[in-house]
């Protein structure tokens, strides 16, 4: 168990290691917060006893065991999902990509030519993915369950119960949280974890974490009965920072950075899955010093609508200036409002996403503390 | 109220321009993060600019749109736009815009309050914890709470054009799905003995034997409890299922009529234009008129290929024919090549988007409108700024203006 025993370092004082990392200033409620839950106690590797371990030992975005990405459609979240689940791989961790498909759908990914769809398939070393079907996911949660394959024929196949079932709003997308929650407990025979990380990809619809509320739901609605453990087992790993990490994506624009900021209230306030980092997408690299941008400012009363080619390489030049400045301000809005760590990652100059852009962004990942600590000193 | 000839119903050229003419509904769709708010608001004004006495219906929470339409807030009734501004820039608006904020929140709500036999039944639905979840948080609940309102605007008033901005959805059609599928399980028979449940308790024998079976399972998968709290809530609901399907029979009758046209907002990303595209043979299969597509956010290369391969040192005689006066001449050249390494990255990214549009003109039917806004520098926060868009979209439809403009000033 020599790998989960604290080090003397980090016992000291936990709060501060964690300022180190991110470079964030907490409050003294939080530190006390930080210091009591250091000494949960969590169940060991081998499921056999318990060791305590402090909750805040530093953990990239992608060391935690089930990893959510949430964020509105349009701001890279899939994307940003596959870059940590390739982070998380490179370090050596079995990763599953959980993506979540609507019917039928199957994708690949820039890393093979692999189909991902309903069964497991790996995509690269250490790198697996699935994109559960509804149909497939209720039969393996509902075989789970019942152990009776006539049961399940009988009943889930019965087109009155489908009918019903299928018109029940949020069905799909609650099967498939399910699901995630079954792979995160899966064990192999010596009793350790099947998945050290499972990066979840869930549906942008609204909210996308409207979904992850099911859980807390039932566990009010119903006060006893297999729901009601299971919901509450699944609360315990949504709220557990030891093992679950939420991280949010967004873009430096006005309505993306408004909605980010609303999200994370709403976590905050319904759910308390702990939210670890928000990942800022496409940001342009400053790429004029102070004076350049100065001195082509004051060109910019001579540009021509027509003019000739340097007008033209002036006006770019500006509109990548306006756009930097528009983000760099989002990006101080997300600062100052979230007290999140946020990571950049680069708008990438590319015709596709390809596997070196998402290689790029897993660096990023596995960087982080260097990046982190560069920005604090 | 005028009902305009439906001319362009299903034919593939009804482009913006006709369908603001001709059509009483417009309702832009798309998936999330691409503007449609403000796409929607820009047809919206163009129309009334046009003369037409419009309605905008928009989903966007934030006050950034009232802002930029020069109001403080919109709220679930219309309020008016005043337009004048569009007098001091030197075109007199010929119709009237409205604009109001559709409370999704409360939505079904109202839906609930409308339709409930008694107080009783309405405090016991809105209190249910389902019913909180489902209403608010759940797929296709936003879809359907906009189409409610829809039905209600279309019946109920006489604005000769609504444009209905649409909450993005992940499962491309699920305004029209959601109340399809619930109405479907609703009639089902399965329903039928769920909602009766309640009044017995389970394995009292008076169901069916089949049904009893069917429970037993149920029960064991989720616990008694759960099935009879599920079931005392799908139970205060029975009496308001006629008014529901009523309700959502019309609308669908008003979707699939020849005055409504369907917009597809997208970016010009592959993620978003290929939902844009599964979202444009969903509707065509459900027989919807679409009028086509508009492409917000398309980046524009500002400079020719060439240029972007010359000599940074001729590029220096000529900044400093502009007066442009640096340092040194290591600085200036620095300088050239930074702004030939910045055009070159446009480039990337317009060459990009250009390969994406021409993939979707591809794939749908020849002469499909493709509308196209470009990406601009600053964001939108004033009735100008709504026209500049204005005048890219219904200007220019057909091709991208050539990059020469000054950047970016909205």
């Known amino acids: 168990m020599a790998t989960l025993a604290p080090s003397a370092d980090e016992r000291i004082d936990p709060a501060n290691s964690v300022q180190k990392l991110y ?259 496409g940001v342009f690299s400053d790429l004029f010093s102070e004076s350049e941008v100065h001195a082509l400012n004051t060109l910019r009363p001579q540009l021509e609508e027509d003019g000739g080619i340097i007008d033209r390489l002036v006006a770019a030049g500006l509109f990548r200036i306006e756009r930097n400045k528009l983000q760099r301000s989002y990006i101080t809005k997300l600062h100052n409002e979230l007290g999140l760590p946020v990571i950049e990652m680069p708008q990438y100059f590319v015709p596709e996403l390809d596997k070196e852009v998402l290689a790029d962004m897993a660096s990023r990942f596995l960087e982080l503390p260097a990046a982190q600590s560069r920005e604090t000193a | 109220m005028s009902k305009p000839a439906s001319r362009c119903h299903l034919e593939p050229n009804c482009n913006l321009d006709r369908a603001i003419a001709e059509k009483r509904v417009i309702i832009c769709v798309g998936p999330g993060g691409v503007g449609k708010t403000t796409i929607s608001a820009v047809i919206a004004l163009h129309a009334a600019m046009q003369g037409r006495r419009v309605l905008v219906c928009t989903v966007d929470p934030a006050k950034r749109l009232a802002n930029s339409l020069g109001v403080s807030e919109l709220g679930d009734e219309a309020s008016e736009i005043a337009l004048e501004e569009f007098a001091a820039l030197g075109e007199q608006p010929k119709g009237s815009l409205s604009a109001m904020m559709l409370d999704m929140k409360h939505a079904f709500d109202r839906l609930v309050r409308d339709h409930a036999p008694d107080a009783k039944t309405r405090a016991e639905i809105l209190d249910n914890r389902f019913y909180k979840y489902f209403s608010t948080s759940l797929a296709g609940t936003q879809e359907y709470s906009a189409m409610e309102r829809l039905y209600e605007l279309y019946e109920t008033t006489d604005y000769e054009l609504i444009v209905l901005d649409t909450p993005p959805t992940v499962h491309a059609l699920d305004f029209l799905d959601a109340p399809n599928r619930l109405f479907e399980a609703i009639d089902s028979s399965a329903f039928d003995w769920l909602a009766k449940k309640s009044r017995i308790r389970v394995g009292l024998g008076i169901i069916k034997l089949g049904t009893g079976y069917v429970l037993k399972v149920l029960a064991k998968l989720t616990g008694a409890d759960f099935l009879r709290e599920f079931s005392a809530f799908i139970q205060s609901f029975s009496g308001m299922w006629e008014g529901f399907k009523r309700r959502a029979v019309r609308t669908k009758e008003i979707l699939s009529g020849d005055d409504v046209a369907f917009f597809v907002i997208s970016g010009a990303d592959s993620v978003a234009l290929e939902e844009a595209r599964y979202l444009n043979e969903r509707l065509i299969e459900e027989k919807i008129g679409v009028g086509g597509f508009v492409i917000n956010r398309v980046h524009q290369s500002f400079v020719p290929q060439p240029v972007l391969c010359a000599d940074p040192a001729e590029l220096v005689g000529r900044l400093q024919a502009m007066g442009f006066v640096g340092d040194e001449l290591g600085d200036m050249l620095a300088l050239a090549q930074r702004l030939q390494t910045n055009a070159r990255e446009f480039h990337v990214l317009a060459n990009r988007d250009q390969a994406q549009l021409a993939r979707l003109s591809r794939s749908v039917a020849p002469g499909t409108p493709i509308h196209k806004v470009p990406f601009f520098s600053t964001d939108i926060h004033s009735l100008v700024g709504l026209n500049r868009i204005r005048s890219e979209l219904f200007g220019l439809s057909e091709e991208l203006a050539p990059a020469q403009r000054i950047p970016g000033r909205l």
């Open chain 1, 23 to 281: 470079g964030q200033k907490k409050s003294a409620s939080e530190e006390t917060q930080l210091i009591t839950r250091s000494t949960r106690r969590f169940r060991s590797r081998s499921g056999s006893r318990f060791v305590t371990i402090p909750e805040t030992t530093p953990k990239l975005p992608h060391e935690h065991r089930f990893v959510i990405v949430a964020g509105k459609g349009g701001v890279g979240k899939s994307t940003i999902s596959m870059a940590l689940a390739l982070a998380a791989a490179k370090a050596g961790r079995k990763t599953l990509l959980y993506q979540f498909g609507t019917q039928d759908s199957k994708t690949k990914t820039p890393f093979s030519e692999a189909t991902v769809g309903e069964d497991i398939v790996e995509i690269r070393e250490n790198l697996f993915a699935v994109r559960p079907s509804t149909e497939s996911g209720m039969r393996e949660y509902v075989l789970l369950k019942l152990k009776s394959k006539n049961a399940y024929r009988l009943v889930f196949e019965n087109s009155f119960i489908k009918k019903l079932i299928d018109g029940i709003p949020g069905v799909n997308e609650l099967i498939w949280l399910g699901k995630a929650f079954n792979h995160e407990r899966e064990r192999e025979h010596d009793g350790s974890p099947t998945w050290d990380t499972i990066v979840l990809d869930p549906p942008a619809t609204g909210h996308s974490l409207y979904l992850f509320q099911v859980p807390f739901v039932i566990r009010e609605a119903v006060q006893s009965g297999p729901f009601h453990r299971e919901a509450v087992e699944m609360i315990e790993l949504l709220t557990d920072p030891e093992r679950t990490a939420l991280h949010l994506v967004t873009l430096p624009e006005e309505m993306p950075v408004n909605e980010c900021i609303q999200l994370k209230a709403d976590v905050d306030a319904r759910m308390g899955i702990p939210i670890k980092s928000l990942v800022v997408n």
